[in-house]
């Protein structure tokens, strides 16, 4: 389903307006519903959410949680793993500081132009990387950095997220309930 753009001036809402739970975003205070998860969705993000949450470098992960770095945009990837010195972690409140890796799952439906938006602005906000797996095709994930152009990774290879997983993730491992559970056992081992 397509969306209104949000235009370049700032719209009529704020992320505290928000609750926990609403299906909406925000770009620069213009709202992008975002829909439920398709079970060929919802299956990979689990297991991707696994694997990453079991590094033992990651001191705090979530599944859809809430990112506000400024009071129009809140931005909510499938999976993140929130910067250990965020404050607001221990408080009811958005997550302030950007995630330093942040993981979108683009299946069916996905609206292009929505996701180039909300690659931008987790990189404009201080995310170092942005894995969009692609559901559709060939298992391959985009890796997106603010320092360079964006890589292709295949199911045969590995991502790194220096200084935020002490582990490589298999391409598999984001798509595949097995794999996942394969890399959280050597995590927790």
């Not at 499938?78 to 607001?88: E, I, L």
């Not at 969009?132 to 890589?151: C, Y």
């Not at 984001?174 to 056992?185: C, K, N, Q, S, V």
Request: with cysteine; hydrophobic share 40%; aromatic share 6%.
């Amino acid at each position: 389903m397509a969306h209104p753009r949000p235009s370049p001036e700032s719209g009529p809402f704020r992320a505290d307006q928000l609750r926990d739970g609403d299906r909406y975003e925000l770009s620069h205070g213009h709202p992008i519903y975002r829909a439920p998860a398709r079970r060929e969705r919802a299956a990979p993000n689990i297991a991707g959410a696994t694997v990453i949450d079991t590094d033992p470098e990651v001191a705090w992960a979530g599944v859809d949680a809430g990112f506000s770095s400024e009071p129009g945009t809140l931005c909510a990837p499938d999976v993140a793993v929130a910067a250990p010195t965020d404050a607001s972690l221990s408080v009811t409140s958005w997550l302030t500081i950007a995630p330093p890796l942040a993981v979108a799952y683009a299946g069916q439906g996905q609206d292009e132009a929505d996701l180039r938006l909300k690659i931008a602005e987790l990189l404009e906000a201080g995310t170092r990387f942005v894995w969009v797996v692609r559901l559709r095709g060939p298992q391959r994930v985009e890796v997106h950095r603010p320092d360079g152009p964006m890589r292709l990774f295949t199911a045969g290879e590995v991502l790194e997220a220096p200084s935020i997983l002490r582990n490589p993730v298999p391409v598999p491992a984001l798509f595949d309930r097995e794999t996942a559970h394969e890399g959280m056992l050597r995590h927790l081992l």
